[in-house]
Nanobody
Framework: QVQLAESGGDSVQAGGSLRVSCAASGDTIRRYCMGWFRQLSGQEREGVAA???????RYADSVKGRFTISKDTAKNTLYLQMSTLKPEDTAMYYCAASRTCFRVLDENSYISWGQGTQVTVSS
């Protein structure tokens, strides 16, 4: 089973940009549908962006046009480029791997999770 480790979280001003990364080990991300989720304390985890089984990409409505998910299979790494950040984007961001590739913005589809990286956007 793949192990995941996020990095790149930071504190940024509203309107700014940030890229977070997720390094995978123990298996290749080619075997999985990969996704990004975020969670505020006390709230449910929200699907942000994910690759579907046909390599199409799904985005949450709240981030469409601002966030871009990408991956580098040679580096076994997943990325999330975030632009025009808003204070409501503040959350812990997690990457995850799914074998079923079913409902890729649903956390219940995922079997492996990283420890998360904190993104804080100030106004």
């Amino acid at each position: 089973q793949v192990q995941l480790a996020e990095s790149g979280g930071d504190s940024v001003q509203a309107g700014g940009s940030l890229r977070v990364s997720c390094a995978a080990s123990g298996d290749t991300i080619r075997r999985y549908c990969m996704g990004w989720f975020r969670q505020l304390s006390g709230q449910e985890r929200e699907g942000v962006a994910a690759f579907d089984s046909d390599e199409s990409i799904r985005y949450a409505d709240s981030v469409k046009g601002r966030f871009t998910i990408s991956k580098d299979t040679a580096k076994n790494t997943l990325y999330l480029q975030m632009s025009t950040l808003k204070p409501e984007d503040t959350a812990m961001y997690y990457c995850a791997a799914s074998r079923t590739c079913f409902r890729v913005l649903d956390e219940n589809s995922y079997i492996s999770w990283g420890q998360g990286t904190q993104v804080t956007v100030s106004s």
